[in-house]
């Protein structure tokens, strides 16, 4: 028998997958508070005869030692979004506020099948596997807390780690890419001050909203002007708020951005070129008090290896249909799994898995309107076709094991 | 005896007019909620034995008819501020949040004490004498709400109409001009609109926070640019609003306005300005959507007749030692008494009594730091000196009405 | 006989004076090169058996030494203006690109036609009058050339200073005023510098464009944030210019700009905020040097000393009809005629001579379009009526002569 | 014999080529005025026994029918660039303020030496080899203007078209790319109107320099906000001029853009964002007269056709050692060259020659200079190494022939 034919197998617990899926569809937790969520994981590994591991609050680690081989790592993240689901899903989200509008379910799901047919499965290859259930990926804490837990003390060294994650292309498609696919995001809290006064006299008052003005018109030009045409990079403004009446000129004013590049020499020049232009424009101002930047959420480049991204595609393309394997685009997205198999110093290749209607999809991409038409990531109507989008994932965390394990 | 020669009898009534001003100090209310402020100023005139009509929820009139004569109105305003008092007085505000912040504690007490005066001495002039107290001036809507209570109708309609109030200049000094005094101050709440996006997708959003900026600062030329360099005017962006997180493109951004004049028709030429340059920046953005402007807390110029304000003067000039009575500037502060004379079309005399201890005014004015070291109206720290800022206030009142009605 | 009876016998001279004004008008000169004008005028008043000192190349006085009493100095500028007439006068420009745009051709004429009527009638008055006529008043560089040839050392001391100028108002009126009557007027060159590029590698520059557009909306604010709303204040940059090839991005950029003020304080505050603003821009462009800032053409204040004017005005008021003599309106324009008397530290007046045809005007105040129906001052159709705007200017400078010197 | 063994002859012709481009390099001539280089370049073909038709006033063209076969067109730009040399050559240009600053003498010079190999081998191919010299290449007219005098009438229709440019990569290189290498390019020039004023007067003015400033700061968000993040685009500015005086207020501001692009519907998106905000600023203030946009310097896309390229890289690579073909990067620079294959509808292939002193290059590449440090075309210092620059050029030429056309 070759190392995949007990994939065939997979009919028998896809039931079990779909319940386990609606189920965490229906209760999403937010970031770092995954405790539901978590207790479900728990009992579902145990009820296989698995042991967990908690590492942080909510994260947690099965181990299955199969003796000889190489250590491979398969992470799933398990937060929801504070989004208002508006799908009208007989399993849509029951916690009023809270969405599972990024797919991270679909992950658990996937992961959790992935480890019951290699569990059941022992004979068909040989070294240790481990799935990591990972926190908080939405704000870049959650990756960030295991280690912070002790992650790489308390399980064994990886040789290479994997991660997918489901997005708005045909279901039925895994989509691979070598190097970056993922942006390196950053969000920054600026607070620039003025001086406060009443409304009708300016002219005591250093005025904070004309500043933050200049400022947000000043940003436009680090894509515009300072960063090479070909070069991706995004600087959002994403908030701009100063003042709640009419008639006080406000003391301060605070803006949140958000940055995305795709190689850390144009993030470091960008956040040099942001800095650099607050402070020339609250100088211009007659600003008071410097201003003040906190940088929070900030996630890596996802930088798929080389080696390791062309083994796993071989493996999809050996194993998948013709026309399932496609090359993926980068995204503007951002994630924080690469943290993980930083930690270790290891390699990683990460993949997307379509979950969008393929009838739907192809009607929008003739239409042009992709962009528009099908909802996204974070969107209230994101809502990934479970079937083949669940099989197909649950597959390529098997396959991609079995690229290193198989025997 | 001269007509005003019983103003030296004011001493007998001061102390009440010291505790009836502290008791209104300490229980300062928000406009049109001023329930416990009415009802006090109702008991006070009830019993010196007046008839009192309530006019809209809040407001009355005390109306003493004396004879045959001209008819002269006297207006105080009633209303507090959401303004937590910082003080450190042994009669500071003891509701939290709310402070008599503008001084109209002081304008009740000192025609509550004119009324007293006038009604006490009956012989000593002849006419009709009205006494009003508004509610809500703050926000523009408590004149209004007594001429739609049926203001005009309810009492006789007066010959002339007189207010007053505290201003941070110096005690002891009462502060006159013909024409402009107050400016007309209008606010407007703008909304633009724009599409909403992931913050790493600016190309699927049109960014409303850009636009906002855009806005601010084509706005700034409305003054700097359109306006007669002498001529008064301020269009201040209070507060400019948009998203609330660094990675989400919002969908509009929200602005409020205020703008001041001296002139209607600069007024008028300003407002049109605003809507062409929100308009306009709307288009270059290619705004999805019109924008939208909802006017609020328009308050008219405050335009002293010049016979009705040189009378007042003179009859000032008569009665104080030389020094009391000074020009007034022109403050860029706004009021809405005089939609009160404008509902029976009669001229107005408007007036300020300084307030500030005079020496500390003094040492402020040689640092020239009047503006930064003397607690304004609207501050946390304002706080009258009641002595004689009282008696002052109290003998311009009824000075003002006996050169109408004086024998 | 009373002092100014000898005005009666200015009309035997008219006809000299007018043909003067049409040979001026006809060969204009640009300041400091008002050579055939400078010799023409130095005939005329040889001609009178007067003698004449020139200071500086084509400046030049005659002292009319005239016995005890107090010295008179009445000066008039003479140079034209880089404009191409358009006015289809018979006696239009023969100088093209030049035009006696100003009126300082009635200036010259009014002047000669005072002294010679002074002159001649030196027993209607006693003391020494100073015909003083000053080169190059546009460019406010002909005080400053007199005064750095000796002025105050080649001339008596003047007890007192005057000065008049035509003015688009009706033909037939003198417009005085007290304290400030033209403003303070500055010019600035600024440079700022990028670093050039193709333009089709923005990323090599440091885009001097974008850098100049911001400083021109950046400095909108210190009109419509940092000055007083009642405060005249105008800040113009009556040039921006920067590159010639689209495809090319320049290495720098250039600002002309103008500001008038009516207070020192407010100047300096206004050149300070300039220069902040400016060098906080650079820093936010990451400019690679410092701004440059070159003041040139700086007219000071002109501020009429209340004791001066009051004097001259009654003058006025006493010997022309009712309804001459009006209160002038400050201007926006500006004058270099104060340096003279603030050489000297003494009084100064100054006087506005209405030159338009008052039907003309009246109709075009009627439909409020004096500002653009009625040629101004620098236009290529200003043309001011002869008469009686040559008698008026004439007779005005005589009676404030005498207003010191009369008899 | 193979095709390419007499390309060993070379050095036989290599002083001849080098004589000729320093000749060129000494007599730059600027667009549509190359008469004496076209006289020379008619003169060496003549001499060798060639007919040359001149096409447009001085492009030029020599047919080379040599048997059946296909048909191959390779082209050459001759102008030069209004720059003034610095290079220090002994052959440095000749001509005050003109340069062969981009490489096109060299162009020239190698086509003629692959015409003479091909014309004195001609046992080594068979088909039609097509010279064509084309003028004005740096403001996209040459190409045009050689349409437009009958080109696709004049000469056989070729199967195929080749031209190659000098760049600064290292010598001994040809570099090749598949689809777009050079991007769209068009310039437009914007004319927005205000209205003229006086400087102190801007209420009575449309100011025209604010405009443009909004305008310039606006089009910044073309590329920062509306523009696919890793989508190539660049909107610059290179040129923004308004007024010449400080004091007054001009009615007009010009401005030069130059865009680049890789796609068609990119750049038809810039141009209707470029309208739409310019329209949008215009209306915002007011401006009395619609905007003028005038398009010139239109460049179209060079986007090599994937066959076309495929055959001539692996013609180059099977001729040239290891390491001197390489990937060529897109570069932002333009080119009106692909109008000539687009006019008979037929495939080409552009490729780079590496000018730059390979071990200066490695140096500042290594330095990460070499933006900076290398000197680029249309620089004063742009100085292509000639040797081997002139050598591998030539034979990049006949090799790309003989690719079509070897026996």
Chains 1, 2, 3, 4 share one sequence.
């Not at 896809?14 to 508070?33: I, M, N, S, V």
């Not at 003796?67 to 009208?88: F, K, N, Q």
């Not at 790489?152 to 489901?166: E, F, G, L, R």
């Amino acid at each position: 028998m070759t190392s995949t034919d007990f994939l065939d197998g997979i009919g028998s617990q896809l039931d079990w997958q779909r319940d386990l899926y609606k189920d965490f569809h229906r209760e999403p937790e937010l970031g770092l508070a995954e405790h539901t969520t978590s207790a479900r994981i728990t009992s579902e590994l145990t009820a296989m005869g698995l042991e967990v591991e908690h590492i942080s609050a909510t994260g947690l680690v099965a181990v299955l030692d199969n003796g000889d081989g190489p250590t491979v790592l398969a992470r799933a993240d398990i937060d929801a979004l504070p989004v208002t689901e508006d799908t009208g899903l007989d399993y849509a989200s029951t916690v009023n506020g809270v969405m599972h509008a990024c797919g991270h379910d679909m992950h658990i799901t996937a992961l959790l099948g992935a480890v019951r047919l290699l569990h059941e499965n022992r004979d068909a290859w040989s070294g240790t596997y481990i799935a990591l259930f990972q926190p908080s990926e939405e704000d870049a804490a959650g990756a960030r807390a295991m280690r912070d837990d002790g992650l790489t003390a308390k399980i064994p060294t990886p040789d290479i780690a994997y991660a997918q994650h489901v997005m708005p292309m045909p279901t039925g498609t895994v989509n691979t890419k070598a190097g970056p696919v993922l942006s390196a995001g950053d969000s920054v809290k600026i607070t620039v001050f003025g001086r406060g006064a009443h409304g009708s006299m300016p002219h005591l008052s250093v005025d904070p909203v004309v500043l933050a003005a200049t400022i947000v018109l000043r940003l436009q030009t680090i894509v515009s002007r300072e960063t090479d045409p070909g070069e991706f990079a995004v600087v959002t403004v994403g908030a701009s708020n100063s003042g709640s009446k009419s008639n006080i000129i406000p003391d301060r004013a605070e803006l949140l951005l958000n940055l995305r590049t795709y190689d850390m020499d144009v993030r470091d020049r960008i956040i040099a070129s942001i800095e650099r232009i607050v402070e020339g424009e609250c100088r211009a101002a007659g600003s008071p008090k410097e201003p003040t930047f906190e940088y929070y959420d900030q996630f890596p480049l996802t930088d798929n290896d080389e080696d390791a991204n062309d083994t796993v595609t071989k493996a999809f393309e050996d194993y998948f249909d013709e026309g399932v394997v496609l090359p993926a685009t980068p995204a503007t997205a951002s994630e924080d799994f690469s943290e993980i198999p930083d930690a270790f110093g290891i390699p990683y290749a990460y993949w997307m898995i379509g979950s969008t209607d393929a009838q739907k999809y192809e009607q929008a991409a003739e239409a042009g309107t992709v962009n528009t038409d099908i909802p996204a990531n974070h969107s209230p109507q994101f809502a990934p076709v479970i079937d083949p989008t669940l099989e197909i994932a649950t597959k390529a965390q098997v396959i991609a094991a079995l690229s290193q394990l198989g025997t």
